[in-house]
């Protein structure tokens, strides 16, 4: 069954410390991947996503992804952590043309002055 | 440019009462999704439109959930009855149009209706 993970439910991190936050999919074939940061009260905003080529992909917000095939992984990071970064960071996997685009469960990131 | 408009941003009701939330995509986008997100989980899809035809509504309870989107424009999405396990937020999100074996097209999603079920 088609599915992603996030292991952690929440993560606590100090301002300036790096970040890398989790993701493993079951897609059949390698799915398009993307992660989505939310607010409070805030939609879903896209960060980033892989669709081919280049494993490490860049994206807002000076956050990155590398997406490794043999892991079925696909993990976020941010070398230096901003207070304003504070938020819910969903992990997503999707097929060609948009469709059943899946969500993991969220991880909750907490940044500490 | 304007976002994906929704409302209302919030709801109580009663179980077995029947409520309606609307959603206003952003213009010229013919996909428009409905989602719901239970407290702990990520969105989950109900419902998929392309223009004012259903392209995917296998994970929508029928029994008591419909959506609309008669114009291929606003769509409103209705549960009736309600159950308590109904509570969660409704986020809407619309993209440019998605095409089988096509190219994938950004979501952009709505604040979202958080819905009470008391």
């Known amino acids: 069954a088609q599915s992603v993970t996030q292991p952690d439910i929440h993560i606590t991190v100090s301002e300036g410390a790096s970040l890398e936050l989790r993701c493993n999919y079951s897609y059949g074939a390698t799915p398009y991947l993307f992660w989505y940061v939310q607010s409070p009260g805030q939609g879903l905003q896209l960060l980033l996503k892989y669709f081919s080529g280049d494993t490490l992909v860049q994206g807002i917000k000076g956050f990155e992804a590398e997406f490794k095939r043999s892991q079925s992984s696909f993990n976020l990071r941010k070398p230096s952590v901003h207070w304003s970064d504070a938020a819910e960071y969903f992990c997503?996997?999707?097929?060609?043309?948009?469709?059943?685009?899946?969500f993991g469960a969220g991880t909750r990131l907490f940044v500490k002055a | 440019e304007a976002g994906v408009a929704q409302s209302p941003r919030y709801k109580i009701i009663e179980k077995r009462q029947s409520v309606a939330f609307w959603c206003n995509p952003i213009?010229?986008?013919?996909?428009l999704y409905w989602y719901q997100q239970i407290l702990g989980q990520g969105p989950k899809l109900l419902i998929q439109f392309q223009n004012n035809g259903v392209v995917d509504d296998s994970q929508l309870p029928k029994d008591r959930f419909s959506a609309e989107r008669l114009k291929g424009v606003d769509s409103t999405l209705k549960i009736q009855p309600a159950k308590l396990e109904d509570s969660a937020v409704y986020l809407c999100?619309?993209?440019?149009?998605?095409?089988?074996?096509?190219?994938?097209?950004?979501?952009?999603f709505g604040p979202g209706t958080r819905l009470t079920v008391l």
């Open positions: 213009s010229g986008h013919a996909t």
């Open positions: 997503a996997a999707g097929n060609t043309g948009g469709f059943k685009t899946i």
């Open positions: 999100a619309s993209s440019l149009a998605q095409t089988s074996g096509g190219s994938y097209n950004e979501q952009f």
